[in-house]
């Protein structure tokens, strides 16, 4: 995993928690934040990130968000 993006509107009401560790705990990932990631029917749903461009993850909650991004890396650098 080389790039998450996340879409602005959504951290505004679900929470900012994967994106600030992500930026924290992973300084070798880009991160990206943008007015609108193209995912709307997702956004309004649940928590959203792009990963690689291409694959989207979502989840009901922040934390849970946090937890599949996490989980993502860490299969990604065993793979390496």
Request: contains cysteine.
């Amino acid at each position: 995993m080389k790039r998450v993006d996340f879409c602005r509107r959504n951290l505004n009401y679900a929470g900012r928690l994967a994106f600030d560790k992500l930026e924290r705990e992973y300084p070798e990932i880009q991160v990206g934040l943008w007015g609108c990631i193209d995912e709307c029917d997702l956004c309004v749903r649940h928590t959203i990130a792009r990963v690689d461009r291409r694959d989207v993850l979502t989840a009901p909650t922040d934390k849970e968000l946090w937890e599949q991004l996490k989980r993502l890396i860490e299969e990604s650098r065993d793979g390496e």
